[in-house]
């Protein structure tokens, strides 16, 4: 089992790799210092798809077990992946 800060090591990776492909694109690590502390999630989109392709090859590359995916998967989508349906992203 992987640590709780490797896992999290893992989920950012996701995250940089989302934002990078996301619409518009945009540095994740930028983006945290630009919003601070408030939601920004809802300014960018990436089709459902790929941000799935995504999270399984990261954790492919990482081996992670059934139940460490699953963990990713859930932090990662119920936090601060980019919306999933471009009708709702907000501009600005």
Do not use: H
Request: proline share 2%; charged share 40%.
């Amino acid at each position: 089992m992987k640590s709780k800060e490797k896992l999290w090591d893992i989920c950012l990776e996701i995250y940089r790799t989302l934002y990078k492909e996301a619409d518009p694109s945009e540095d994740f690590d930028e983006a945290c210092a630009k919003y601070g502390g408030e939601q920004f999630y809802d300014k960018y989109y990436l089709d459902n798809d790929r941000q799935y392709e995504i999270l399984n090859e990261i954790c492919k590359k990482y081996k992670c077990t059934k139940r460490e995916k699953c963990s990713i998967e859930l932090t990662v989508m119920l936090g601060a992946a980019p919306l999933t349906i471009k009708e709702r992203v907000k501009n600005g």
